[in-house]
């Protein structure tokens, strides 16, 4: 099972320590000063970034569904011994799991929209010492921007389980399936935080992680799965009624 939850994880790290390499090499032959890491002031710092982000979402995508795929029937029917290389090969899995992380980020990113807008009318408005009611206007939107940042959470939380929703329902699109998890993930965050919150710690360990990981990681597919089975009999048991 570790070797099922790995492969996501590496793509990651691989990509994140790429990018890292590729802007220490920059800044060791001079092609650039450590401030333009963080003001953008090189333009070819863009497109590496572009490149690299699109290349790891190319990667990360199919080997996440791939993830939820094997778990899913672990915890489930069995349908887990379906081998990776043979849903890798296969282009209408590679192309829905693809399509969906990106319509996931994209609606992430739309979610952090106004938080960053708030942030950066703060430091405007405190750039030159702010006046009485520049102060009063920053604190109001500090306020608004906290809760910018605490919905953005709660919308990530709601993408987590897209993969497995894109398992269990192989006749919807994509689309379709990351507006479902926001319905799907409502009031039931907090088996997600709570598992977070009792995994985080053992697996942030060397030694905890080959252990702890996989716990994690079962534990919520067999949460989603019962989450789904409750859906499935709520739907039967409205359509009896009507």
């Known amino acids: 099972m570790l070797l099922i939850c790995l492969p ?6 691989f990509f994140r320590l790429a990018e890292a390499s590729f ?29 690299l982000t699109l290349l790891r979402w190319g990667i990360v995508a199919p080997l996440t569904c791939v993830s939820a795929v094997k778990l899913r029937g672990m915890v489930t029917d069995g349908s887990g011994l379906i ?12 192309r829905r799991s693809i399509k969906a992380y990106v319509i996931g980020r994209a609606v992430s990113f739309s979610a952090l929209i106004p938080a960053s807008l708030s942030g950066a009318y703060i430091y405007f408005l405190l750039s030159d010492g702010g006046s009485e009611n520049e102060l009063l ?3 109001n939107m500090s306020v608004l921007a906290v809760l910018s940042v605490v919905f953005w959470l709660s919308i990530r939380l709601s993408m987590v389980p897209v993969p497995f929703i ?14 479902m998890a926001f319905g799907f993930m409502r009031g039931r ?16 360990t060397v030694i905890g992680m080959p252990f702890f990981l996989p716990e994690l990681w079962a534990a919520f597919a067999t949460g989603i799965s019962i989450f789904i089975k409750e859906d499935e009999y709520a739907r039967s048991a409205m359509r009896r009624v009507v």
Do not use: D
């Not at 996501?8 to 790290?13: A, E, T």
């Open 8 to 13: 996501p994880i590496v793509g990651i790290l």
């Open 23 to 51: 802007f220490s090499l920059l800044l060791y032959f001079e092609a650039m000063s450590p401030a333009e890491l963080f003001t953008g002031g090189y333009f070819g710092q863009l497109i590496i970034v572009v490149l």
């Open 83 to 94: 081998s990776a290389s043979e849903l890798l090969l296969n282009g209408s899995f590679v």
């Open 137 to 139: 206007v920053a604190a």
């Open 166 to 179: 894109l398992a269990e329902y192989p006749e919807r699109s994509p689309l379709s399936c990351v507006f």
């Open 189 to 204: 965050k907090r088996l997600l935080i709570a598992l977070s919150a009792l995994y985080s710690l053992p697996i942030l």
